[in-house]
């Protein structure tokens, strides 16, 4: 059974939506200072992200480069969001290393930590105006 391109893109858009909602508690528990509950809530939350990028996103994708017409600076556009997500998605296993004892911080960690969702709100906002641009405006 073949999946439509946009059945995909609809299902990310899903699992973004509820990745807003675990993360966004996330914050909150952080903020509160209960950071056993929200190192476990990401723990969950990035497993989620990066199957939600190999499952769907990237086939998603390939499926729209094959059959699309994207410009150059579209594809600029589609480089800068996916080079952001990837940047989370490592500097989230960094802070889970430094959690584990496995890896040594030199700054601050919750420096690291504001670095990531910064860069993960800029991602998603990302995200959201490319899937926008190719099924609303039909780039």
């Known amino acids: 059974m073949v999946i439509e391109v946009k059945t995909l893109a609809m299902a990310n858009l899903a699992v973004q939506i509820l990745l807003i909602i675990i993360v966004s508690g996330?914050?909150?528990l952080a903020k509160k200072r209960e950071l056993g509950?929200?190192?476990m809530t990401m723990r969950?939350?990035?497993?989620i992200q990066i199957i939600a990028i190999a499952s769907v996103m990237l086939p998603?994708?390939?499926g729209y480069l094959e059959h699309g017409t994207?410009?150059?600076f579209f594809k600029g556009e589609m480089l800068a969001h996916h080079t952001?997500?990837?940047a989370v998605i490592a500097l989230w296993t960094y802070i889970n290393l430094v959690f584990l004892g496995v890896a040594k911080l030199r700054v601050k960690l919750v420096t690291v930590m504001?670095?990531?969702f910064t860069l993960w709100v800029f991602a998603l906002l990302s995200g959201l105006y490319l899937?926008?641009?190719i099924w609303v405006g039909q780039v």
């Open 26 to 28: 996330a914050a909150y």
């Open 37 to 39: 509950r929200h190192c």
């Open 114 to 116: 504001r670095l990531s």
């Open 84 to 86: 952001l997500g990837l």
């Open 70 to 72: 994207p410009g150059i």
């Open 60 to 62: 998603s994708l390939l």
């Open 44 to 47: 969950i939350a990035v497993p």
């Open 131 to 133: 899937y926008v641009r």
